[in-house]
């Protein structure tokens, strides 16, 4: 088992839509969350930053963490052309000091 | 410099040499990580350092890969023997605590082994 999986997609969502991206890990000790945005042949960024349970919000993104569940989640609102990259979900691991990346999700903002 | 510094951006070697990637962290940023992604992959975490020391370098995947933090600042990530496997792009990435505070990503040095 992966310490932390995404789907790889490409998820296609048309322009004006919700997109939802879903990360799971497997470190139950895991206790700081990230989402980071890739462009193609760019460095990750950092887009939301989640260290409890429940929902963070910041404009249009909104991380949701449920660690019962050992899950994390990243919703985009009225998506844009320009949100179309990698999205990497990335968890502290081994004892905390250790960010270990997802795969990253595809998404694809369509006109 | 305001964000993290690597050079080279980019460095095509042949099979066997030695190459050597640096990296400038944030100033005032004590933790430094050393990630390897590879194509379609997410970052691979290698070595993260604290300070001066190498608080946890179980990423590294053999003993071709070593690095170094002598001043507690700029980073040097050493590869002997180089492999056509080790092509990738070799990220470096600071945060001011190890952990807790996100991790800011330089540019990124793309290593190419012939």
């Known amino acids: 088992q992966k310490e932390v999986e995404q789907n790889s997609g490409p998820l296609s969502v048309p322009e004006g839509a919700i997109a939802s991206l879903n990360c799971t890990y497997s470190?139950?000790?895991?206790?700081?969350f990230f989402w980071y945005r890739q462009y193609s042949g760019k460095s990750p960024e950092l887009i939301m930053s989640?260290?409890?349970?429940g929902d963070k919000e910041d404009g249009r993104f909104t991380a949701q963490l449920n660690k019962a569940s050992q899950y994390v989640s990243l919703l985009i609102r009225d998506s844009q052309p320009s949100d179309s990259a990698t999205y990497l979900c990335?968890?502290?691991?081994?004892?905390?000091?250790?960010?270990?990346f997802g795969t990253g999700t595809q998404l694809k903002v369509e006109l | 410099g305001a964000g993290v510094s690597q050079t080279p951006s980019n460095k095509v070697t042949e099979k066997g040499k030695y190459v050597e990637l640096r990296c400038d962290p944030i100033?005032?940023?004590?933790?430094l990580y050393w990630y390897r992604q590879s194509l379609g992959q997410g970052p691979e975490f290698l070595i993260y350092?604290?300070?001066?020391?190498?608080?946890?370098d179980s990423g590294l995947p053999n003993d071709r890969f070593f690095a170094v933090r002598p001043e507690g600042s700029v980073s040097t990530l050493k590869i002997q023997r180089t492999e056509r496997g080790d092509s990738a792009v070799y990220l470096c990435?600071?945060?001011?605590?190890?952990?807790?505070?996100?991790?800011?990503f330089g540019n990124g040095t793309r290593l190419t082994v012939t």
């Open positions: 990435a600071s945060s001011p605590t190890a952990g807790v505070s996100p991790l800011h």
């Open positions: 470190d139950r000790g895991s206790q700081s």
């Open positions: 989640i260290y409890s349970n």
């Open positions: 990335a968890v502290t691991t081994g004892g905390g000091n250790k960010l270990t």
């Open positions: 100033s005032g940023h004590t933790a």
């Open positions: 350092f604290q300070g001066t020391g190498a608080a946890d």
